[in-house]
């Protein structure tokens, strides 16, 4: 399986980064910063409070991490 093969699912064809990247300011400098996973989809996310990947049960955390993360600036999800 190439990376073609990884990426080319037909939801991606609903963004025109086919959800590999996000670029907003994410840490509230004033520049715009990259986020980019080379398999599992990412979106951009408004201000907010998100489910983080414990949240959301992806995997067992350790005890001090949080279910949920609140953001300022924007945000990327996956």
């Known amino acids: 399986m190439g990376p073609a093969d990884l990426t080319g699912q037909d939801f991606r064809q609903k963004d025109p980064d086919q959800f590999l990247t996000v670029k907003a300011d994410f840490n509230g400098d004033g ?3 990259i986020a980019f996973l ?3 989809g990412i979106a951009k996310v408004k201000p907010g409070e998100y ?3 414990w949240g959301k049960r992806y995997w067992e955390c350790d ?3 949080r279910e949920t993360l609140k953001t300022k600036p924007d945000g990327a999800d996956s």
């Open 38 to 40: 080379e398999v599992i």
């Open 31 to 33: 520049v715009k910063d």
């Open 63 to 65: 005890k001090d991490e």
């Open 51 to 53: 489910e983080t990947g």
